[in-house]
């Protein structure tokens, strides 16, 4: 028989403490005691300041619990409680650990990744020298900061401070002055305020706070990055038939409160944000609250004002130009229960919510949905744990859906709700596509081809406003011939090759294969082969030469590092300060100008060449985004594409706004090269300064690899990375493709851990990206 203990001092309180250790042989918990006096305090998902080694580091509460036996040896004690309120619920453990097993990452970046920066502490080191003995402490810093005002409040009631007033001395001028405002203004008042309204020091204060007729209070001030702004107030706009049939489609999968995905595929402007907007104020009326991912790129203010227009206060806003304090207290707004909408980029998905009710992605097909950094997690998947968790819908939108979320939604996994319509019944823009090779034999040696440069003019001459488009990612990795437009390919991959600068031979960077530097085009002979590119300095440079007095507006990663610099540019260009705005990727999306009538990509095949096979499919995505842009109001729209292979079906199919004619034909493609969504890809890159040892140890793994996975399952590589050097260190990488590999995830630890000595012990470093957005 088993007699259950109740006394209280067979009772070991202790915390399952995760220690703020970036290693992987320290990736687990550890059991501290809970001694007595923190036992009030402490919860689940609160860090804490533990003994760790020498050290004193921060750490997790990953679980806590009673042990009923004493411990076999010593346990040390967790020394310090740093959250009242915890930072991770209940439910952003569980995704930790499964974002470990999911993303083969260490269980502590996991939790990272999910709390505002100021609360990951870092610990310092410090030294000190005592009777000449140098003697090192670390200290675990806490970051967070709150900004604090004072305030005065009458400690009195009013009614008797004329009374008071008597009583002081008939000199305290000063005092009196204070009383009497304090009493006039029925609340309190800001110190600062207070003391100039009266014009006098704190010593008045003071003296009255000894007589026990004020007092000082703090008060906590929020940082509110919108306080500045005025959001007109929008109500719910009277539904079309399809956003209806959407709607109702969407409120009956909360009604039946079970989780599912829905797909929005809606051409823009077909209406898709109000239908987000209306979803959400269904949820908000059953009391639940609401995650909405954007990229980045459009958390423009247009954005965001759509948001707080409709519900005000009870928006938050995360994006990467908030100040750590500033994101910081917008996240405390929602974990306090302060908020009920949660708007932001990938890191939005992490908002503390309890009572989730709905998780909207916009522009689904966006690649920063997709963390590059460990952990690399991809939003669509994290969003779907948590709709699982809380039994509600995930909504997917994009105009230009991925080829892995349209497959899912043909096959049923996701349900599928198309827009076809425009809401203005305005019309898609012509798209006219201009050959490039054309313009060469023609003697155009410029980068504006005759249509463009025609239209350019036009438009100026109009007063109308125009958006050109370069695409700089990409540059100078290929090599194209100008005449013919040939681009070489791997015979096995179906990708471009990669031109290395370093020993001239052109690699196909996910199998190895190689081919020597061409001097001429294998396909027409000619000798205008070279690299490809330019910058949108030098397009800038050249409009001003051949358009006298345009006025440009460049935004490219030079002119937009400055805080509000990205703001200042829309904002100057839609008060039509300039002609032109001229712009990479940032300039893609989102953005509605009424008089904008021109849309010029200057070299859609930048994208097309990339050394990725998703090229076509992102050519496809950019164009249709771009053109958009064009004739979104009364004013009707053009829009210019010039490339040197303008029959590629994603340039094609794009021009016609085709959707579904260029999914069939990539799919085609992807089936017989083998890639997502018929197969998965999982990418490991191996890197270490020592290059012969580094290839050792890759051989190695993937030999092993080789051995472990099923017989269908591919694995290419060891090859070197396409970025085969990064701060001296050698990088080399392996594939895996595969269709069904159900226990990769614990194979993947399993190597890990058999490279434990070449990782611990020899600096090798091992990082793991399934279904990788970026392969260059
Ligand atoms: P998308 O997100 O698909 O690009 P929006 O929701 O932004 O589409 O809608 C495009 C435009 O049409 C916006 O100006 C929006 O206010 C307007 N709009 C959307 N739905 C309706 C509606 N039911 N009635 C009238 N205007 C609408
Ligand atoms: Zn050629
Ligand atoms: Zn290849």
Redesign the pocket.
């Known amino acids: 028989m088993c007699a259950i203990k109740t006394e209280d001092h067979s009772r070991y309180p202790m915390a399952e403490v995760l220690v703020n250790v970036a290693a992987q042989d320290v990736d687990r918990t550890f059991d501290y005691l809970i001694p007595p006096a923190l036992s009030d305090q402490l919860q689940k998902g609160a860090r804490v300041v533990v003994p760790f080694g020498p050290r004193k580091v921060q750490g997790y509460v990953l679980n806590i619990k009673d042990v009923h036996e004493e411990p076999q040896h010593r346990l040390k004690s967790v020394e310090q409680v740093l959250d009242e309120k915890p930072p991770l619920t209940e439910e952003l453990i569980e995704l930790g650990h499964w974002m470990k097993r999911e993303y083969t990452c260490l269980l502590v970046s996991a939790m990272e990744a999910m709390i505002p920066a100021v609360l990951k502490a870092k610990t310092k080191r410090k030294v000190t020298y005592q009777n000449g003995k140098r003697q090192t402490t670390y200290e675990v810093a806490d970051k967070v900061t709150q900004r604090v005002q004072t305030f005065v409040k009458l400690c009195v009631p009013e009614q008797e401070v004329g009374h008071h007033l008597e009583k002081l001395h008939a000199k305290a001028v000063k005092q009196r002055k204070v009383l009497t405002t304090l009493a006039e203004r029925q609340q309190a008042w800001l110190l600062s305020d207070l003391l100039a309204a009266c014009d006098t020091t704190l010593s008045t204060v003071k003296a009255l706070e000894e007589k026990g007729l004020v007092q000082r209070v703090k008060k906590e001030k929020r940082r509110d990055p919108y306080a500045a702004h005025h959001f007109e107030r929008s109500s719910p706009?009277?539904?079309?038939e399809e956003?209806q049939q959407a709607l109702q489609q969407i409120t009956a999968q909360v009604d039946r409160q079970e989780s599912r995905t829905f797909l929005v595929h809606?051409?823009?402007?077909?209406?898709?944000?109000?239908?987000?907007?209306q979803s959400i104020a269904y949820i908000l009326e059953q009391g639940k609250e609401a995650i909405v991912l954007v990229p980045e790129i459009s958390l423009t203010p247009q954005m965001v004002e759509?948001f707080k227009g409709r519900f005000g206060e009870q928006v938050a806003v995360l994006h990467s130009r908030l100040s750590s304090g500033e994101r910081y207290d917008e996240w405390r707004r929602i974990r306090d229960g302060q908020v009920k909408v949660a708007i932001g980029a990938r890191s939005a998905l992490f908002a503390p919510f309890q009572n989730l009710g709905l998780i909207i992605i916009?522009e689904e097909h966006e690649s920063s949905y997709k963390q590059e950094e460990s952990p690399k997690y991809h939003a669509r998947d994290v969003a779907i744990f948590r709709a699982q968790y809380h039994q509600v819908p995930v909504v997917l939108?994009s105009?230009t859906p991925t080829l892995e979320s349209f497959a899912r939604a043909q096959k049923g996994v996701y349900q599928l709700i198309s827009?076809h319509q425009?809401?203005?019944g305005s019309q898609l823009p012509e798209v006219e596509v201009v050959d490039m090779r054309q313009e060469l034999k023609a003697g155009n040696r410029t980068m504006f081809s005759r249509p463009l440069y025609e239209k350019i003019n036009a438009c100026l001459e109009r007063r109308e406003q125009m958006v050109l488009f370069l695409n700089r990612r990409g540059y100078n990795t290929f090599v194209m011939c100008r005449d013919c437009g040939y681009v070489a390919e791997c015979p096995h991959c179906d990708i471009s090759l990669t031109f290395h600068k370093r020993d001239g031979a052109h690699r196909c960077h996910y199998c190895g294969y190689e081919e020597r530097q061409l001097s001429v085009c294998p396909q027409c002979e000619s000798e205008h082969i070279r690299f490809f590119g330019t910058g949108t300095q030098k397009v800038e440079e050249e409009l001003y030469k051949h358009f006298p007095g345009i006025r440009v507006i460049r935004m490219d990663v030079d002119t937009t590092q400055k805080k509000g610099a990205h703001e200042q540019h829309l904002q100057a260009f839609r008060e039509q300060k300039a002609d032109c705005l001229l712009g990479t990727q940032m300039i893609a999306k989102g953005l509605?100008f009424e008089r904008v009538t021109l849309v010029g990509v200057i070299a859609a095949d930048a994208l097309l060449h990339l050394p990725d096979f998703r090229a076509a499919e992102k050519t496809f995505q950019l164009l249709t985004q771009v053109s958009?842009r064009a004739g979104?109001h009364e004013l009707p729209g053009k829009v210019v594409v010039q490339s040197y292979t303008p029959d590629h079906y994603s340039i094609e199919t794009a021009s016609k706004h085709d959707y579904n004619t260029f999914y069939q034909l990539e799919m085609k493609n992807r089936r017989q090269r083998g890639y997502p969504p018929y197969y998965f890809l999982t990418l490991i890159t191996f890197s270490h300064p020592d290059l012969p040892y580094l290839v050792k140890v890759c051989e190695q793994s993937v030999q092993w690899v080789k051995q472990q996975v099923s017989p269908n399952t591919i694995v290419l590589g060891p090859v070197a990375s396409p970025i085969p050097r990064i701060k001296d260190r050698y990088r080399y990488q392996c594939m895996i493709k595969y269709r069904d590999e159900p226990q990769l995830g614990g194979l993947l630890t399993q190597l890990i851990e058999r490279n434990d000595i070449h990782i611990n012990k020899n600096d090798l470093i091992l990082q793991v990206d399934r279904n990788p957005q970026i392969l260059m």
Request: proline share 4%.
């Open positions: 706009l009277p539904l079309t956003q809606g051409v823009t402007g077909s209406g898709k944000t109000e239908l987000y907007l759509r916009d939108g105009a827009l425009r809401i203005q509605d958009g979104r």
